[in-house]
């Protein structure tokens, strides 16, 4: 498996921007889809996007439309996710994820998890 470790999350205000980055080491990541996933508290773990092996196709949820930008660099094994105009329903525990060989955004196919990192937005 690989191992991924998310960082950039931290305390911004409503409007501001921020921008998540996911490292990973050891295992499969370019033959790959990737993923960004959010919990809130209390709240269930949902998808926020997902980007397929080569970059060439990307998923957004419908709430993060607009806003959040993912990409992925193969050779560094990194996946980022670019969040403006946030909003304080954004505030969660940000997870990347390591998907299966085709694109798809069904949290149960994926495998690997980062242990996530926390976003806050203040309104």
């Known amino acids: 498996q690989v191992q991924l470790v998310e960082s950039g999350g931290g305390l911004v205000q409503t409007g501001d921007s921020l921008r998540i980055s996911c490292v990973g080491s050891g295992g499969t990541f370019s033959e790959r889809t990737m993923g960004w996933f959010r919990q809130a508290p209390g709240k269930e773990r949902e998808f926020v996007a997902v980007i397929s092996r080569n970059g060439g196709t990307k998923k957004y949820a419908d709430s993060v439309k607009g806003r959040f930008t993912i990409s992925r660099n193969n050779a560094g094994k990194r996946v980022l996710l670019q969040m403006d105009s946030l909003k304080p329903e954004d505030t969660a525990v940000y997870y990347c994820?390591?998907?299966?060989?085709?694109?798809?955004?069904?949290?149960?196919?994926?495998?690997?998890w980062g242990q996530g990192t926390q976003v806050t937005v203040s309104s």
């Open positions: 994820a390591r998907g299966p060989w085709g694109i798809t955004t069904d949290t149960r196919l994926f495998d690997s």
